[in-house]
């Protein structure tokens, strides 16, 4: 069946941006001139998917409006005759079709996957994590579609990552199937570094297929009461198939404040209308 919905996770606290994100959700932080969530639906909409499930929590509210018509500031930038930037914003809210469903309760990665059930049905989605931010040609959501295009099962996206990081992450134990795709053999969340499996690490874009939904109502909560997606995706591989892509591109985990900094830099280099401005301010500056 063919991939056309998108589930993007957006009811977190950003405890990791915090104090900002007391007052503004983390998925709306400036990078460059969109907010980082921006950047997630475009890459989505570029790689076919047709319709975005946005799981929000209560004081995300601004997520939503972001993707709705502001008619009150079209008509302003109409009267000033600014009507490219009117048409910019119309277009966002035309981007794709959005679904908001919120979750009332914060209980881990899985439940907000479950939230979303009723909207997703019996169809494989693409599950992001807007903190992750990849820069990819063809899109990383694309690259990912393709393998399950090709092998029928769930995909998710890793990369190689410092030994000493790997706690971080989800790890797995693989074997190889071809050039960067795996057959996932075993999944542990966050484990030591001297007991991962591996140094590859589970990133925020996942191809699941609608039989993790039953794997998520089974799995027992863990820490702190959440129901974590790899415990659901661990149950799931006993009966289903898993893979794993090493995508090509790069990643930016603006979640953290060197993350945002670092993608807001290097995403503004490629700007040709504020590269070259950037680049000499930057060798303006005494590093010493």
Do not use: W
């Not at 169809?123 to 092998?151: C, G, K, M, N, S």
């Not at 797995?172 to 960067?180: N, R």
């Not at 007991?195 to 925020?204: E, I, M």
């Not at 659901?232 to 794993?244: N, Q, S, V």
Request: aromatic residues 6%; glycine residues 8%.
């Amino acid at each position: 069946m063919r991939v056309r919905k998108g589930l993007i996770l957006a009811a977190g606290y950003g405890t990791r941006m915090l104090p900002v994100t007391k007052a503004s959700p983390k998925e709306m932080l400036p990078l460059v001139d969109k907010p980082v969530i921006h950047y997630v639906v475009e890459e989505a909409v570029a790689s076919g998917i047709e319709q975005i499930i946005l799981v929000t929590s209560g004081g995300k509210r601004a997520v939503e409006n972001y993707f709705d018509y502001a008619p009150a500031l079209e008509r302003a930038l109409e009267e000033k005759g600014d009507l490219a930037r009117r048409d910019e914003l119309r277009g966002i809210a035309e981007m794709v079709e959005m679904v908001f469903v919120r979750q009332k309760e914060q209980k881990g990665i899985g439940h907000a996957v479950l939230a979303a059930e009723s909207i997703i049905g019996d169809e494989p989605f693409v599950l992001y994590f807007p903190d992750d931010i990849i820069v990819a040609e063809p899109p990383a959501t694309r690259q990912l579609i393709d393998v399950y295009d090709r092998h029928d099962g769930c995909v998710l996206a890793v990369e190689q990552v410092p030994h000493e990081e790997i706690s971080h992450y989800g790890s797995m134990a693989v074997e190889p199937l071809e050039d960067d795709v795996f057959r996932v053999k075993a999944l542990v969340e966050k484990p030591k570094p001297e007991d991962a499996p591996s140094d590859l690490g589970v990133v925020g874009r996942y191809v699941l297929t609608p039989d993790v939904f039953a794997a998520l109502h089974e799995t027992k909560p863990g820490i702190g009461g959440e129901i974590q997606i790899t415990d659901g995706l661990a149950l799931l591989l006993k009966t289903h198939p898993i893979f794993a892509y090493r995508f090509q591109g790069k990643r930016y985990d603006t979640g953290r404040p060197l993350g945002l900094l670092q993608a807001s830099l290097e995403l503004m280099l490629r700007r040709p209308d504020l590269g070259p401005h950037l680049r000499e301010y930057l060798k303006s500056l005494d590093l010493s």
